[in-house]
């Protein structure tokens, strides 16, 4: 079941413009920066109330973040909700007729394990599951 929004994630082309330009909307800085190599993205997490907010700046022209950017420009790249069992969701979803785009979950930012849901299948979002590593 998805229990609640985890996060939005959001694409930018220059963290450092960007996360200055956070600080200041936020007044305050992020709690984490990190790099996630296998997506080949730097992200930067804020809290906000109970709220989380990722700011995710690729490195290399291949990333998804790159791609994403080159074909829509920076803006809301996804949508991330917090899940207790992320196989058995996934599981659920794949039968409920939607589209994955990983079958299993794999590690991502801010200890968490993720996997996405195709955009086509959700209105054009992009869906992120994501749980605690430590459940």
């Known amino acids: 079941m998805l229990e609640k929004i985890e996060h939005i994630g959001i694409a930018v082309k220059d963290l450092e413009k960007s996360e200055a330009l956070f600080n200041a909307l936020l007044n305050q800085t992020p709690y984490k920066r990190e790099v996630v190599e296998s997506e080949s993205v730097q992200t930067v997490f804020y ?47 794949k039968d409920a007729g939607f589209q994955l785009i990983h079958e299993t979950p794999k ?29």
């Not at 790159?66 to 074909?71: C, L, P, R, S, V």
């Not at 968490?112 to 299948?121: N, S, T």
Request: aromatic fraction near 4%; proline fraction near 4%; include cysteine.
């Open 47 to 93: 809290q906000s109330g109970p709220n989380k907010i990722e700011l995710l700046q690729a490195l290399a022209p291949e990333s998804a973040i790159a791609k994403y950017i080159d074909k829509k420009g920076e803006g809301i790249h996804h949508i991330a909700f917090a899940v207790d069992d992320i196989v058995a969701e996934l599981a659920r979803l």
């Open 107 to 135: 590690e991502g930012a801010d200890g968490k394990l993720i996997a996405f849901l195709h955009p086509k299948d959700t209105n054009g979002v992009l869906i992120e599951l994501c749980m605690d590593k430590n459940k």
